[in-house]
């Protein structure tokens, strides 16, 4: 990463803020985007010791993703003080677990809202940029939900599954212009996020979510960065490569896996099968 230069939305925390420190640490630069700006801020200072050295920077940018209007001119004016970024880190997003039954159409917007277009919206900026210099990189977040879904989450899969449909028609249309995608699928992560997602699983979810494995963000940042300069488009951490695998040779197995574990925490909570 020496020399690169990295625009990662949702930045301020989690997988985004891991993702950054990794990318200092290889001699790299970044620019984080995030909404809160105290915390913005707290970062910025965090990560100032690892970005020591001549043309080292960390920037920040204060703004919601989803709101085009003011993001372009902030990505715009950052573009044109430090050049077009090697890439762009879509990390934005956030689940709220709950009963189907129990979720509203503005909770669906809601998620469709930060989840998809809080990652649409910067590519759509920085488009532009890259097809004008002909290169450039972007790898955006989905998740294990992005290729099967459980109960639970009805709100937050076909979010994850948006954006791996956007990522794949990307990838294909802009081969020509040698612009490079990345799709990172993490597990369950231990992040503020993932703190927050807890408060609100119904408790069938929260024992399946028990038999998962939980990595830390260090660890998927590091195999995230890792599958970037490797040109990887897949980038699987931890036990999501071997659901996937599964899932893309055995679709019916993982249902009925997911219908087990189901029906085995309905049956350990007293409910009617």
Known sequence: MEGKTAIICGGS?????????EILRRGGNVCLVARNRDRL???????ASLAIGPSRFVETIACDTTDVERLAPLLNDFISRRRVPDYL???VGYAYPQYVQELTLADHRQCMEVNYFGQLVPISILLPHFMAARKG???NITSMMGYFGVMGYAAYAPTKFAIVGLTEA????????????????????????FAQENRSKPPECALI????????????????????????????????????RMNRW???????????????????????L
């Open 41 to 47: 801020d707290l970062v910025a200072a965090e990560l």
């Open 89 to 91: 880190i879509n990390a």
């Open 209 to 244: 979510s028990e038999k998962a494995k939980l990595m830390s963000a260090q660890e998927v940042a590091a195999i995230f960065v890792t599958g970037i300069r490797a040109g990887r488009y897949m980038i699987l951490p931890g036990e999501a490569k071997f659901i996937w």
């Open 13 to 21: 925390q989690g997988i985004g803020k891991e993702t950054a420190k």
């Open 250 to 272: 055995f679709p019916a197995l993982i249902r009925w896996m997911t219908d087990r574990m189901y029906r085995q925490a309905r049956q350990k909570l007293g409910k009617v």
């Open 137 to 139: 990189h972007i790898a």
């Open 170 to 193: 990307l990838r294909n249309e802009l081969k020509p212009y040698n612009i490079y995608f990345s799709l990172l699928f993490p597990p369950d992560t231990d992040t503020p996020g």
